[in-house]
Structure formats: C-alpha cells, structure tokens
C-alpha cells in the first residue's frame, strides 16, 4: 500500500536502516514536487520519496544522469548523491540529494525580468548538449509536436475560454507546421514550469526535477520563456540565447501551450478539490497562455 503520511519518526527510520550517518540530523518537511515528498536535512540535503506510480522510475533516471551534467550547468541543480533500495518500510527506491535554495516560482514572482532572461539562457546553453545515443527518449516531452494534436484539441476544448481559442489554435498551426529540429538530440530538462524553477530575491536560481530529462528538440525547454518570464521577457531571452530561429519560436510556444494545459488541468483538479490539485498552478497556466499570445 502506498504511504502518504510520512513524518519526521518515519523519515529518520528510513535513514537510520540505510543512510545511519544521516539519521540523527535537523530534518524538517519542505514543498515537494508532482510525484515526490521532500524532506530538507541539514542544511545541505534533502531526501526526496516518490508518491506516484512512475515517480520511482523518473529518479532513477535523475540518478542515472544528472550528476553527469551538474558541473557544466550554471544554476544549482538537485544532484543524487545516494540511491536507496525499496524496503519493508518504503516499498520504493528514493534519493538523497543535493539541496537547492530558493523558492518555487509558481509562488515566488520573478521581477528582475532582465537578469531572470539572461539566467535562463545561459542555463539553457550550457544544457543544450547533443546527448549520447543511450540518452533517455521522451517524443511526448521533446519530440514532433503534431503526434500531440489530439491532446491540444482536448485542452483546447475543455480548459480554455471560447475567446482565445481561434488565436491560440492559430499558434498551434504554426508549431506544427514549422520545420523540425534539424540537429543532433540535445539533453532537454522538458519540464521547467514555474514550480521546477527556483527564486531567489526575484532572480531565477535553480532548476529541479529533472527525472523527465530525455534527448530531443531544444524547443521544449526554450517554451520557459512564455512559462517562466514575466510578459516581455522572452525577447530578451531569445536574445541572449542566440539559437532560437522563427521555426524553433513557433514550436516553442507549440510546447508552452501544452504545458499550459497541463498546468490548467491540475489548478482546475485543486479548485474541485480533487486528488492531485496545487493552487498555484492554474494561474501559472493562465499566464502562460496570455504571455504567448501576447508574443504574437
């Protein structure tokens, strides 16, 4: 049976059978992400459960990579440190990490745009890599956007108002029909809403989550600047990320209104007070609508 009522009892229990020499440390529950409580140890950890049915596969997969990109990307990043096995106590595996300061962006606001947009370009450069050929594949994260068409209709339909439905339809044409990605699979974070992003003093300064991470088009990742920057901010980030032609804007924003939806989908689960539902995502999805529209 899944267990959803961790505390601190139950967290040190867990650290005394495998990690013992981290047992006896201040640990104290933090807001966790989609699929995993979080619990900060120390100052410098966190131990990271997994609550959903793939959340353990997407930490092995965190485990698997991610310390092997943390030293070349800008921005502090939860590498795993220790990998633990599922047990008669926690039928899962789950990580010890590296903590990351800062606080999550769908309840932090970014207001130093420029410095954010400059941030989130250099961190993108750097992780915009060609990936090696054993590198996780994830086509409904970073691949053609066209095989997604039935699911932009069903979010289109069901989340969005009657009046920004024909433009925003109008910008999903143009993803589709923009010219793919034409170089190498490069590693791509594909998940970075505002609850992946940290803040600090307005200014982006961290990423989490990376267990959805895979090889693919960079236009995933270049929807954060519809997701992520307040109205405005994504000239200057295209700016400063250099690489971004008319073709790779159009998918992007493809990407960002999908994630949109998504977001839309568990604000509007939090308001009906269904399993799942986070309050501050659905007005994340909402401006992350109004933002590419007001692109153009």
Wanted: proline share 10%.
């Amino acid at each position: 049976m899944q267990r959803t009522d961790t505390d601190e009892p139950f967290v040190r229990a867990l650290l005394r059978d495998q990690h013992p020499d981290l047992a006896d440390l201040p640990i104290r529950p933090v807001a966790g992400g989609w699929g995993n409580q979080l619990w900060r140890v120390s100052g410098e950890l966190a131990v990271r459960l997994p609550m959903t049915q793939d959340a353990p596969e997407l930490l092995a997969n965190e485990f698997r990579w991610l310390p092997q990109l943390a030293g070349r990307l800008p921005l502090p990043v939860p590498t795993p440190l220790r990998f633990s096995e599922p047990s008669e106590r926690f039928p899962r595996p789950w990580t010890v990490v590296k903590w990351v300061p800062g606080e999550p962006a769908d309840g932090a606001e970014i207001t130093e745009v420029a410095r954010s947009a400059d941030v989130l370009a250099g961190f993108l450069r750097a992780l915009h890599r060609p990936a090696p050929d054993d590198a996780p594949v994830n086509p409904r994260r970073c691949g053609d956007l066209a095989p997604l068409t039935e699911s932009f209709e069903g979010g289109l339909k069901s989340l969005v108002d009657d009046a920004d439905a024909p433009r925003l339809r109008d910008v999903w044409k143009r993803a589709v029909a923009a010219p793919r990605w034409g170089g190498p699979p490069v590693w791509v974070h594909v998940d970075l809403h505002p609850a992946n992003a940290l803040v600090t003093d307005g200014v982006l300064s961290g990423v989490i989550d990376f267990g959805d991470m895979g090889a693919g088009d960079p236009a995933a990742d270049v929807a954060a600047a519809w997701k992520l920057l307040p109205e405005g901010g994504a000239d200057g980030f295209l700016r400063a990320y250099g690489d971004a032609d008319e073709a790779m804007v159009h998918r992007a924003q493809g990407w960002a209104v999908l994630s949109a939806f998504g977001l839309l989908s568990v604000g509007r689960a939090w308001e009906q007070g269904l399993p799942g539902g986070q309050p501050t995502w659905g007005r994340a999805g909402r401006r992350t609508l109004e933002r590419v529209l007001a692109h153009g």
